[in-house]
């Protein structure tokens, strides 16, 4: 009797799970964007041996700060989460692994947790509360809608001359 979520709790549950990762990761962005600036997130990223420090930094930020919105939304979320275990990955291997599981030791603990749920987000997609879902609804209805047999052209003059201001002309 193991069975995933009815369709309305699993769409509740990914709009949150999107939404807790998501203000996490803004949150780290907004520190790194605004509280700290580029400056110090690159000398912090240099003194922890990260290569190509000021890019590095430059493309966490950018990625923490807009990517989280894009999450929260459900927008472009394949990319963003990719994007996100992009970081997550050298945040681990370069940061946390050395310093075992627990965060409060600078472990991994985080960054993993935040890996799983970034992966179950890509695994399962959005859902229907986002951006995402909007799209792909009205791609669909519109292919639907390509598929629609044209009219004869006996039914197309008979239209014409209905809608036409001046019937007959």
Not at 54 to 72: C, H, K, N, Q
Not at 102 to 110: C, N, P
Request: glycine share 10%; with cysteine; net charge positive.
């Amino acid at each position: 009797m193991n069975r995933s979520l009815p369709p309305p709790a699993r769409d509740w549950a990914l709009l949150l799970a999107r939404v807790l990762i998501g203000v996490v990761m803004f949150a780290h962005g907004y520190q790194k964007l605004i509280i700290n600036g580029i400056g110090r997130t690159t000398e912090g990223f240099e003194n922890l041996t990260i290569p190509l420090a000021i890019v590095s930094a430059s493309f966490v930020t950018v990625v923490e700060f807009t990517g989280s919105v894009l999450l929260v939304a459900g927008t472009l979320t394949p990319v963003v989460c990719a994007l996100m275990l992009v970081i997550m990955s050298g945040a681990a291997v370069f940061v946390h692994i050395p310093n075992g599981i627990f965060v409060a030791d600078g472990g991994w603990e985080l960054v993993g947790v935040i890996a799983a749920g970034l992966i179950a987000i890509t695994a399962t997609g959005p859902g229907r509360f986002s951006v995402d879902h909007i799209v792909r609804t009205r791609q669909q209805q519109h292919q639907r809608d390509m598929q629609i047999p044209p009219r004869h052209a006996a039914e197309e003059e008979a239209v014409t001359i209905w809608r036409s201001p001046v019937r007959g002309k």
